[in-house]
């Protein structure tokens, strides 16, 4: 399954599950990103890191570590 990181700019997709444990993953989840949500990816860094993504209305700039742990379809 692909995951946040590989999503193209310019995208939306949908969330369809969160990988990870613990702390990282109520993190996570504590900034909106839950299960069956859209996320349109606004812009990609050019060296990947970070990406920013609008998520339940607001902007949101994620690490390339934590984009990879979020499945998306």
Do not use: H
Request: proline share 3%; glycine share 8%; hydrophobic share 40%.
């Amino acid at each position: 399954m692909a995951t946040l990181r590989e999503a193209k700019c310019g995208e939306t997709v949908k969330v369809q599950k969160i990988r990870g444990e613990g702390a990282v993953k109520r993190r996570i989840m504590d900034m909106g990103i839950t299960k069956n949500t859209e996320v349109y990816v606004r812009k990609v860094a050019p060296l990947g890191d970070p990406v920013e993504v609008t998520v339940r209305g607001y902007e949101l700039s994620l690490r390339k570590a934590d984009a990879e742990m979020i499945e998306v379809q």
